[in-house]
């Protein structure tokens, strides 16, 4: 079945899948200019799948409890997918030292023109890096992929 939702479409036999038969891994990031629509972009993942684990980063809750919602104390990921502002990613990317790219398929991003006029602490080169290096963090890390899938 596919549902289609403003101008994405949520497969319940393909992505939903292929996300979930996996244990969690960060494998989507969603970007979203505002709070209130990375907030409406989460309800909706939850409405339509309960086996997609998805966290939600985006200033609402602190910053330790999103990281609790990522990944736990000794670093093993949470979640499927992170729906987030561009703000709020560089913070986990720059400040959660169990953040890993490794797995990660899927990068949507909502108006993205005008979220490449607007600096938000020069979210794309900051996600580009994370993507690439394969150790943004003093710790060991398993290496990240080299191209997005």
């Known amino acids: 079945k596919k549902y289609w939702c403003s101008k994405a ?10 996300l979930y038969k996996l244990p ?47 990944y736990t104390e000794e670093g093993t990921c949470l979640v499927h997918v992170a729906v987030c502002t561009p703000g709020r990613l560089v913070n986990h990317l720059r400040e959660n030292k169990h953040i890993n790219l490794q797995h990660l398929r899927f ?15 020069d979210w794309l080169p900051s996600l580009y890096k994370s993507v690439y290096n394969p150790n943004p963090h003093p710790h060991p890390m398993q290496p990240i992929v080299r191209t997005l899938r």
């Open 24 to 70: 969690p891994s960060l494998q989507a990031i969603v970007v979203l200019p505002t709070k209130n629509l990375a907030n409406q972009v989460k309800q909706v993942f939850n409405n339509f799948s309960s086996l997609v684990k998805v966290a939600l980063l985006s200033g609402k809750d602190t910053f330790p409890s999103e990281q609790k919602h990522l």
């Open 107 to 121: 990068l949507v991003i909502d108006e993205m023109d005008s979220l490449l006029n607007q600096s938000y602490q």
């Open 9 to 18: 479409v949520v497969s319940t036999q393909s992505t939903g899948q292929c």
